[in-house]
């Protein structure tokens, strides 16, 4: 079986477009709840903290279980009572988990407000509790658009997303407006939508494969998941770690995580990406790895495409969309969107040495490779924040990302020998991302223009991907216009 390359970009379209509606409104909403007499960066700040507890209660109760469905999906796909027992048991394990995790946080709450510095963070019960439920429900919405995913339930797909975006934010400015613009207002009412949709998802499920609670397959997954657990924490700590060590500077912080807020939106477009490729990966490799080189080297080469294509194109919209619709000191985000985005490419690089692991169900190697990537983080963090604030932040995590990819590469080749084209691979994203790198050492030491540098950056990743693929691109165009004269 070839690769259709023709139904596998319409699904990644359809996939990578309708998961990035959450995020993407999320955005654009923002200039309507910032302001002078809205919310500000110390505002955006303290969103950023309740949505580092929202993460690490969405991996916790997650228990890595979008992977584990993805995964023993295709070992019970063909027989209808194993299925519904892996499916119910697997939702029912994520809201036990939830419960579980509640009660923690209700007995330790006010040791957790101690770790802040903000006062109006150090009151953790105030808006603890509705972040962890958010968490929860971010779990079961998770794992219900990855069945789905897998199972080519295109429809279910995009009415659960679309359901997440649209019903989360309404209640988020419900929320907004009823505490008079406070950010408890945006995570209650983050709770509140994300319940509603979480119930939807629960009764349908409930409905088609009934109420259960299996012990032995939830036992085959959770060893395939602690592992991945592990590393999840460990990336939730990569991911979050600079924001924690920010908290101290406000305005700081508001601006990073404006910058980074948007980065998720583009971030989630390339996970579905990513998602539309791992099932297609997944079938080649389950016929023969080596028997089908060619199809999952294509597929992991336009995967990489894509997403430098994706970067390049969301940086200027970015930066002028901040520029133009924002009036506090987060508009300044603007000019870290270029770096910002360019540690996607690692990210992506990441994924695509990762798959032959969680194939081949190696997934111990990422608590080692994930824990070694924060202690460096974390150590970069304690130096540079104090010295350099968003830019140390940068530093500190695209170091850990080079480490992952590096690691996750090497690692594979010893557990399966794989020919990947590393110069479209590994070679040209992290040129790009240096060059990247260099122009924003020249904005700030050379006086060039944010704007100027920006398009620079642009430029250096398409015409990356122009000289990497032009036999491609060449091979396309004769197609579409044969296609056009006949």
Not at 147 to 156: C, D, G, S, T
Not at 306 to 324: G, N, R
Not at 451 to 465: D, E, G, Q, R
Request: proline share 2%; with cysteine; glycine share 6%.
């Amino acid at each position: 079986m070839g690769v259709n390359i023709k139904e596998h970009l319409k699904l990644s379209l359809v996939y990578s477009g309708v998961a990035a509606v959450p995020p993407v409104l999320q955005v654009l909403i923002q200039p309507f709840i910032e302001g002078n007499d809205r919310l500000n960066a110390m505002d955006f700040s303290q969103i950023g903290i309740a949505e580092m507890v929202t993460s690490l209660a969405f991996t916790i109760t997650l228990f890595s279980m979008g992977n584990a469905i993805s995964r023993f999906l295709y070992d019970v796909e063909d027989d209808r009572t194993a299925y519904d027992k892996m499916v119910s048991s697997t939702f029912n394990s994520i809201l036990l988990r939830g419960l579980m995790l509640l009660a923690v946080a209700f007995l330790l709450k006010d040791h957790i407000g101690h770790i802040f510095s903000q006062e109006g963070l150090r009151n953790f019960g105030s808006f603890g509790f509705a972040a962890i439920i958010t968490g929860i429900n971010r779990s079961i919405i998770t794992t219900a658009a990855a069945l789905y995913r897998n199972e080519k339930r295109v429809r279910a797909f995009v009415i659960v997303n679309l359901a997440n975006a649209f019903v989360r934010i309404g209640f988020q400015l419900i929320g907004l407006f009823f505490f008079d613009m406070s950010f408890l207002g945006f995570v209650y009412g983050s709770a509140v939508g994300s319940s509603i949709v979480t119930a939807g998802v629960l009764l349908a499920t409930y409905k088609r494969s009934g109420i259960r609670y299996d012990r032995s397959i939830l036992k085959e997954m959770n060893q395939f998941a602690w592992p991945l657990v592990q590393y999840g924490v460990l990336a939730w700590g990569l991911n979050f770690a600079d924001k924690y060590f920010m908290e101290r500077f406000p305005s700081d912080l508001g601006i990073y995580f404006t910058a980074v807020n948007f980065a998720m939106g583009m971030q989630i477009i390339i996970q579905g990406l990513q998602a539309a490729t791992q099932p297609e990966i997944y079938r080649f490799m389950k016929e023969g790895t080596q028997k089908n080189e060619g199809e999952i080297r294509s597929l992991s080469n336009m995967l990489m495409a894509q997403t430098q294509l994706i970067i390049a194109l969301f940086i200027l919209p970015v930066m002028l969309y901040l520029t133009l619709f924002y009036e506090t000191d987060v508009r300044f985000a603007a000019s870290f969107i270029a770096l910002i985005f360019v540690r996607y490419l690692p990210r992506t690089q990441y994924v695509i040495f990762s798959f032959i692991l969680y194939y081949e169900k190696k997934t111990r190697f990422f608590l080692y490779l994930n824990l070694v990537s924060l202690l460096v983080n974390i150590g970069l963090n304690i130096i540079l924040i104090p010295r350099l604030l968003i830019y140390g932040a940068v530093i500190s995590i695209m170091v850990a990302d080079i480490i992952q990819v590096i690691g996750a590469y090497v690692y594979s080749q010893r557990i399966a020998p794989f020919k990947w084209n590393l110069n479209k691979l590994l070679y040209s994203p992290l040129i790009c991302m240096l060059l990247v790198i260099l122009l924003e050492i020249s904005k700030n030491t050379l006086g060039i223009g944010q704007y100027t540098s920006a398009v620079l950056s642009v430029f250096i990743l398409i015409a990356a991907i122009v000289i990497l693929y032009r036999n491609d691109i060449i091979r396309l165009m004769d197609k579409l216009w044969k296609r056009q004269l006949s």
